[in-house]
């Protein structure tokens, strides 16, 4: 298994958000978490980035636990975040906000194959290299943060909500990027409200409630379930 998560607790303060969940990805598969706010997907993913510590459990990437390390060592053992929000840098360049993701790379022939890896991805930001992050279209900025992302070279990608904010036919464009990066080998751990949507491009599901998994499985069987339906496809 390539990335595994075993009894993790997260707290703030005295409020437990995540209670003890238990969840794993495979090399080349597409994972999504569902659920309501404050279901505690987010804080998942930032305990299996090092943003935040765990209050008990484990993570384990290729076998290692990596739940004690940094953040930056993390990304470069090969887990790569891009955060609810996109969170770039407005006044800089598209060039310099995808540079930000290299920035453990000291071969120039390793930096320059990078770019190359994420125009290939995303042509539109070869185009638009030289421009400024903020003056970007909702969708262009969602591609700069998986490019920078991509930047890393990672095995694992973390992606928290990338549809948020996006009209429909730009949401369309990055369920098509996430199915490519799938089958270029990554694999993904995908936290979004559309869960329609998240379901259709996951391999396994974990619908989350209150910080506790609630169901999981394959997605086609929980597409199929009675519950799912109700509470997170309109029925």
Known sequence: MLLEVENLRVHYDKVEAVKGISLSVEEGNISTLIGANGAG???????????????????????????????????????????????????MTVQH??????YLQKDKKQLEESFEHVYRHFPILKERENQLAKTLSGGQQQMVAMGRALMARPK?????????????????????????????????V??????????????????????????????????????????????
Do not use: C
């Open 41 to 91: 997907k987010t804080s998942i993913l930032k305990a299996i980035s090092g943003l935040i510590k765990l209050s008990a459990g484990e993570v384990r990437f290729e076998g290692k636990r990596i739940d004690h390390m940094a953040a930056h060592d993390i990304v470069g053992m090969g887990i790569a975040h891009v955060p609810e929000g996109r969170r770039l840098f407005g006044l």
């Open 97 to 102: 906000n995808l540079r930000l993701g290299a």
């Open 156 to 188: 694992v990608i973390l992606m928290d909500e990338p549809s948020l904010g996006l009209a429909p036919i730009m949401v369309s464009e990055i369920a098509k990027i996430i199915e490519s990066l799938k089958q270029a080998g990554l694999s993904v």
């Open 190 to 235: 995908l936290v979004e409200q559309n869960a329609s949507l998240a379901l259709k491009l996951a391999d396994r599901g974990y619908v989350l409630e209150t910080g506790t998994i609630a169901l999981e499985g394959k997605s086609e069987d929980l597409i199929g379930n009675d519950y799912v339906k109700q509470a997170y496809l309109g029925g």
